[in-house]
C-alpha cells in the first residue's frame, strides 16, 4: 500500500480570470469604503484568508468574520478567537444561516466603523450610512449573509465556488449601513497541495478542478487526524480505516454503491463521502489549529 503524501501532487493553478478583475474593481472602490470585512471558514480561519487582501486594500480599517462556525469544533474556534485577538485582530464568529446572528454583526460595525473615523481624528458625525465592502475567497457564505441583512433576497448564493460575478451595493433595514457584496476571489500561487486540497473541500476550489476521488481521499486523511471527533457508525465503522481505500469500500457498503461481483464504484463513493462532509454527517471538524498555541 503506498504512503501518500498529498504535497507531491501538482498544484492546479485554479485561478480563472474574473477573478483578477474582481480584485481590481475592489481596489478602485475602496476610497469610499469605510470597513472592510473579510469573510473566512471558520473551519480554515487562516487558509481561507487570501493573503492578497492586505495589498489591494491597504490601511483600510478591516475586520475578519469567520462564517459556518456551525461546521466547526466550537473548542477550536474559541482558541481560533483567541489567537485572532493576541494578533490585534477583530473577529466575529458567525452562521450567516441563523436569524439574529448577523443582527449583531451589524451593530458591531456601526461601532467599529465609528471608532475607526474618531481615531483617524474625524470630529463630525457620518451623514451618510456606514459602507461596508464585504470580501472574501469563494463559497465563504458573502451573498448568504448580504442576504440576511436586507428584506428581499438580493444576492445569489449556491454550494459552489464562483455565484457572484459582480459588485453589487445593497443598502440594510434601518438604512444605517450599506453592503458591498463581491465576487469571491482567490489568489495566483496556493502555497501546497495540501492547502489547495482543504480550500476544496470547504468548496472553494471545484471539486472538478481538484478530481472527487483525490478529495474523497484527502477527506480521509483529514478525518484520520481527529478520529475522536467523527461519527464513524455513519458508515457501520467502529473505527478510522488504516487505508483511504477500505473507508471508500465501507461508504460504498453502506450506500449500496456496489457494482455487479461486488466491485465498488469509487466515483459514486467519493462523491458520498464528500457530500456526506459538507452536510456535517460525519461531525463538526476544524481543518487547521492556530499557528502558535501558546499565543492562545
Ligand atoms: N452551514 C452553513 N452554510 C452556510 C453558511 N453561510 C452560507 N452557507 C452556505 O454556503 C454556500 C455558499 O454561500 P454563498 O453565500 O453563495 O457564498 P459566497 O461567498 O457568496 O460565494 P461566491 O459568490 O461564489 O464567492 C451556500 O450553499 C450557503 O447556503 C453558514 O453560516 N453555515
Ligand atoms: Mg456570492
Known amino acids: 500500500m503506498s504512503v501518500i503524501s498529498f504535497n507531491d501532487l501538482a498544484l492546479t493553478g485554479w485561478f480563472p480570470g474574473h477573478m483578477l478583475k474582481a480584485g481590481r474593481q475592489m481596489q478602485e472602490i475602496a476610497p469610499l469604503i469605510d470597513l472592510v470585512v ?4 471558520a473551519r480554515l480561519p487562516l487558509s481561507s484568508r487570501n493573503p492578497r487582501f492586505h495589498e489591494l486594500l491597504p490601511g483600510k480599517p478591516a475586520m475578519v468574520v ?9 473548542a477550536a474556534s474559541r482558541r481560533w478567537q483567541r489567537w485572532f485577538e493576541g ?16 443582527d449583531r454583526l451589524v451593530r458591531f460595525w456601526e461601532r467599529t466603523a465609528h471608532e475607526e473615523r474618531e481615531k483617524r481624528g474625524a470630529t463630525q458625525a457620518l451623514n451618510r450610512p456606514v459602507r461596508v465592502m464585504i470580501v472574501g475567497i469563494p463559497n465563504v457564505g458573502k451573498s448568504t449573509l448580504v442576504n440576511q441583512l436586507c428584506t428581499e433576497k438580493r444576492a445569489q448564493v449556491g454550494p459552489r465556488p464562483g455565484v457572484t460575478r459582480q459588485n453589487q451595493w445593497i443598502r440594510l433595514r434601518g438604512d444605517q449601513v450599506e453592503l458591498l457584496d463581491t465576487p469571491g476571489v482567490l489568489w495566483p500561487r496556493i502555497r501546497d497541495k495540501e492547502h ?19 478529495l474523497a481521499e484527502f477527506i480521509w486523511y483529514e478525518l484520520s487526524r481527529q478520529p475522536a471527533r467523527v461519527d464513524w457508525s455513519l458508515y457501520d465503522l467502529a473505527a478510522c480505516p488504516e487505508y483511504p481505500e477500505e473507508m471508500m469500500a ?17 466515483i459514486r463513493a467519493a462523491h458520498a463521502l464528500v457530500k456526506d462532509y459538507r452536510d456535517l454527517r460525519l461531525g463538526a471538524l476544524t481543518l487547521e489549529s492556530p499557528p502558535d498555541p501558546t499565543a492562545c
Open 38 to 41: 473579510e469573510l473566512v471558514d
Open 66 to 74: 469567520a462564517n459556518k462556525a456551525d461546521l466547526a469544533d466550537p
Open 87 to 102: 494578533q490585534g485582530e477583530r473577529v466575529f464568529f458567525l452562521n450567516a444561516r441563523e436569524p439574529g446572528d448577523p
Open 196 to 214: 489547495e486540497l482543504r480550500l476544496a473541500m470547504i468548496g472553494s476550489i471545484r471539486d472538478e478542478v481538484i478530481g472527487i476521488e483525490l
Open 250 to 266: 465501507a461508504v460504498a457498503r453502506r450506500r449500496g454503491l456496489l457494482r455487479g461481483g461486488g466491485a465498488i464504484d469509487h
